[in-house]
């Protein structure tokens, strides 16, 4: 089964060649190491499923409070879940994955649904078009870390796959309104950029001034936090 769902990731140009056709006619008892690797599977299974009970609510949103900002981010919402895919394709039962795209679907209308009315590319939310609106390239890779792994779950999901598109468009310039792309020098236009485009416009205070002081955490849960401790871009 594992070896199954990882083959149909490989790339159509990969010829396998024909090899010689191997019948089995009886069972064998199941090797220690094969049973071991089904008790790890199962363990992470329970315990993925244990988290989700926890941190989930019935839409799939995660019970923290929303921030803009690197540090404790959009993008660390569903870091927390972004080996489920992979854990799925080296052969975790199906729930895991279920309970993945419960996830991401449900993070995709909750920060969409998040703003940040001081921060100027997350004052109309933090998402737009399903995904960040300006963000540094580490912390968006950081954030769709599970979104890649999805491809070896379920390729050729049709939604999936325009989501890809839709991504890649951002930075091709086929979206008028993410224009990240300098076509004439061949760079990204800002060090920030996403669905929203590029973020041309100075940032108000330096990053590392501004992640190396403190946030304490709310003791409320609010829909806004304009307390980020990274710089509103």
């Given at each position: ?7 149909c ?20 008892t199941?090797?220690?190491?094969a ?56 052969g ?12 991401w ?78 076509p ?50």
């Amino acid at each position: 089964m594992v070896c199954l769902r990882l083959l149909c990731c490989l790339p159509v140009t990969v010829a396998l060649a024909a090899g010689p056709a191997i019948r089995i006619e009886k069972p064998m008892t199941p090797p220690a190491w094969a049973l071991a690797e089904g008790a790890l599977l199962k363990a992470y299974a329970d315990a993925a499923r244990e988290f989700a009970r926890k941190y989930l609510d019935d839409r799939g949103f995660l019970r923290c409070v929303e921030r803009w900002g690197g540090n404790d981010g959009p993008d660390d919402a569903m870091e927390n879940f972004h080996n489920w895919p992979l854990l799925y394709a080296l052969g975790a039962p199906e729930s895991v994955l279920d309970l993945y795209r419960k996830a991401w679907e449900g993070h995709l209308v909750q920060y969409t649904q998040a703003r940040a009315p001081s921060v100027e590319m997350a004052k109309e939310g933090m998402y737009y078009k399903e995904f960040v609106t300006a963000f540094d390239w580490e912390h968006t890779g950081e954030g769709l870390a599970a979104f890649h792994f999805y491809a070896l779950a379920r390729p050729g999901d049709a939604v999936y796959r325009q989501r890809v598109r839709r991504f890649a468009g951002f930075y091709m310039n086929e979206d008028p309104e993410a224009p990240n792309y300098d076509p004439q020098h061949r760079i990204i236009r800002s060090l920030h950029n996403g669905s929203r485009g590029a973020k041309i416009t100075p940032a108000t205070e330096p990053c590392a001034k501004t992640r190396a002081r403190p946030t304490p955490a709310p003791r409320t849960t609010r829909r806004d936090s304009t307390r980020s401790r990274s710089p509103p871009w």
